[in-house]
């Protein structure tokens, strides 16, 4: 493997492996060989691979997937919350391919709270939610609620920016509030984001506001934490 015979060997197989992601023959995402197969492959005993494999997968080069095995790990997504730009727009500047799929938008009565966040007049809201993709690899399930002012929405095909619909008919989106947590896979979004239920995914909720200071919209969104790495820019505003 091109190492010194004084480097343990369960340290070279871990270096073989980072070669083989770095020139693509393990793959982004990609399922890597069972213990076994590599117990053959490189024709050690189980402990030294599983000390290989306990190396990369602390430094995060590979991620283990409870019944399913041991997994390349995913590019992570620098992703700063403070921007309010558009999903679409934040990951296309990424060179990442990002796909929409509409899972429902209709007139539905509203949740307590958005009497108040949406200053709506009745008790009902168009709720549009949506399954988003980044390089085929479903990542965001969002549900967003609008006021029936905004039901010209469904005139429109969803499975674009929604950011960028609001722009046409004269609403630009100037402010925003949001919040996190941490939440648990339903049985719902596990299935709709390939991941086991009962696994720990981001919760953000945001509230848009327009160029009048109006609000606009309230989203939930629940992220695949996997894909994404939050990223924050802090200064010190004193006067030195």
């Given at each position: 493997?091109g190492?010194?015979?004084?480097?343990?060997?369960?340290?070279?197989?871990a270096?073989?492996?980072?070669?083989?992601?770095?020139?693509?023959?393990?793959?982004?995402?990609?399922?890597?060989?069972?213990?076994?197969?590599?117990?053959?492959?490189?024709g050690?005993?189980r402990?030294?691979v599983?000390?290989?494999?306990?190396i990369?997968?602390?430094e995060e080069?590979l991620?283990?997937?409870?019944?399913?095995?041991?997994?390349?790990?995913?590019?992570?997504?620098?992703?700063n919350?403070?921007?309010?730009?558009?999903?679409?727009?934040?990951?296309?500047?990424?060179?990442?391919?990002?796909?929409?799929?509409?899972?429902?938008?209709?007139?539905?009565?509203?949740?307590?709270?958005?009497?108040?966040?949406?200053?709506?007049?009745?008790?009902?809201?168009?709720?549009?939610k949506?399954l988003?993709?980044?390089?085929?690899?479903?990542?965001?399930?969002?549900?967003?609620?609008?006021?029936?002012?905004?039901?010209?929405?469904?005139?429109e095909?969803?499975t674009?920016?929604?950011?960028?619909?609001?722009?046409e008919?004269?609403?630009?989106l100037?402010?925003?509030?949001?919040?996190?947590?941490?939440?648990?896979?339903t049985?719902?979004?596990?299935e709709l984001?390939?991941?086991?239920?009962?696994?720990?995914?981001?919760?953000m909720?945001?509230?848009?506001?327009?160029?009048?200071?109006?609000?606009?919209f309230?989203?939930?969104?629940?992220?695949?934490?996997?894909?994404f790495?939050?990223?924050?820019?802090?200064?010190?505003?004193?006067?030195?």
């Open positions: 493997m190492k010194t015979a004084s480097e343990p060997m369960y340290q070279q197989i270096e073989d492996i980072k070669k083989k992601i770095q020139t693509g023959e393990y793959k982004e995402n990609e399922q890597i060989p069972t213990e076994t197969e590599l117990e053959k492959i490189y050690v005993s402990i030294t599983r000390k290989a494999m306990e990369l997968v602390g080069i991620i283990r997937k409870r019944r399913m095995g041991t997994f390349v790990a995913p590019r992570r997504i620098p992703w919350p403070g921007n309010i730009f558009s999903f679409s727009k934040t990951y296309e500047a990424e060179g990442r391919v990002v796909k929409t799929e509409l899972l429902g938008a209709e007139l539905k009565k509203a949740e307590a709270a958005d009497l108040q966040r949406l200053e709506l007049n009745d008790n009902m809201v168009l709720s549009i949506r988003r993709y980044v390089d085929g690899i479903p990542l965001t399930i969002e549900e967003m609620h609008f006021s029936r002012e905004y039901l010209y929405l469904l005139m095909d969803l674009g920016s929604i950011h960028s619909l609001l722009q008919h004269g609403v630009k100037k402010a925003a509030q949001k919040s996190f947590a941490i939440c648990n896979a049985k719902e979004e596990a984001l390939n991941v086991e239920r009962g696994s720990a995914l981001l919760f909720k945001n509230m848009f506001y327009d160029q009048n200071k109006k609000p606009v309230f989203s939930k969104d629940v992220f695949n934490a996997d894909y790495e939050l990223k924050f820019t802090l200064q010190d505003n004193d006067s030195i």
